[in-house]
Every structure is written in structure tokens, then in C-alpha cells.
């Protein structure tokens, strides 16, 4: 019988990945693990997709894996940002030690969110905690989740 062992990482398809980073490595605070460009066949063959480059940074998560950002240069590439409720959208939800003050950063640095401030769990197994779903510069869902204080 097999099992899976581990997470290594989420993987999320930029616009700019410049602007990106200000989001991830600048608004989270993600270490930038590496940023390569890669432009090998075998990338090519894995997702099916015909493509000069791909631009790959790896941001570590803290005690966890890893995001990986990828900006795909020289393919064709629209939009694939829904909501929440859309089917095929996603969502990587993140610890948190400071909701407040990572979702002040965020909003001051011009990134939305689906709420007004992080909002309070009042039911279910998660209560006591705090959840807020920011969204990166292209749309992308990143969950901030505080866990309850405890007693």
C-alpha cells in the first residue's frame, strides 16, 4: 500500500512576478528559497504546455514546504482567477501569529480582501479562531488563518 509522506508545495501561475513578490515576499514575508529560470524540455512534456521559459521562485513557509510562483513566458496565458464558490479555483491557507497586522500590511500595500478586517470563528471545530481570504495581485485566494487563543 502507498501513503503520501509529506507536503513539498503549492504551486501558483503569476502575470508578473515581480509584482507578485511584493505580495508574497514583501506583504507575507516569505523567505525566497530560489528564483530560477528554466527552460528545459522536461517542464515542457510535465504540463503539456508550449513555453520559452518559466520564471520558478520557491518562498518558504515557515515549519511547512513551500510556494511555488511560476511566470510562464512565451505561451499563451489568460486569467484563471474565480471566486471562493467557482469550481477550479483554489486556495492555500496560511498560519498566522499577527491576523491584524498582516492583513493592515497587505491592505496598506493595495491588496483586497473578501472581507473588511479578519473575521472571527463562531462555530464549529475551528472556533475562537480568526480567517481572513486576501487576494494576490492576480486573484489568487490566500487564506490567513489565526489560530484560537487558548485558555
Excluded at 507536503?7 to 501561475?13: D, E, P, Q, S, Y
Excluded at 527552460?39 to 520557491?58: H, M, N, Q, T
Excluded at 481570504?133 to 490567513?144: A, K, N, R
Aim: net charge negative; aromatic share 12%; charged share 25%.
Amino acid at each position: 500500500m502507498t501513503h503520501i509522506t509529506g507536503f513539498f508545495h503549492g504551486g501558483i501561475t503569476v502575470k508578473d512576478m515581480e509584482q507578485s513578490l511584493k505580495f508574497y515576499r514583501d506583504g507575507l514575508q516569505l523567505e525566497v528559497e530560489f528564483d530560477v529560470l528554466n527552460d528545459k524540455d522536461y517542464l515542457r512534456e510535465v504540463v503539456g504546455v508550449s513555453f520559452s521559459a518559466i520564471r520558478i521562485v520557491y518562498l518558504r513557509i515557515p515549519n511547512s514546504g513551500f510556494i511555488e510562483l511560476l511566470e510562464y513566458q512565451g505561451a499563451d496565458r489568460k486569467s484563471a482567477s474565480a471566486r471562493p464558490s467557482d469550481f477550479g479555483g483554489g486556495h492555500l491557507c496560511l498560519y498566522v501569529d499577527d491576523i491584524e497586522a498582516i492583513a493592515i500590511r497587505l491592505h496598506q500595500l493595495g491588496y483586497q480582501s473578501r472581507s473588511k478586517a479578519p473575521v472571527d470563528i463562531v462555530a464549529g471545530p475551528n472556533i475562537g479562531a480568526r480567517v481572513i481570504y486576501m487576494q494576490d495581485p492576480d486573484g489568487y485566494f490566500i487564506e490567513l488563518f489565526q489560530k484560537p487563543v487558548k485558555s
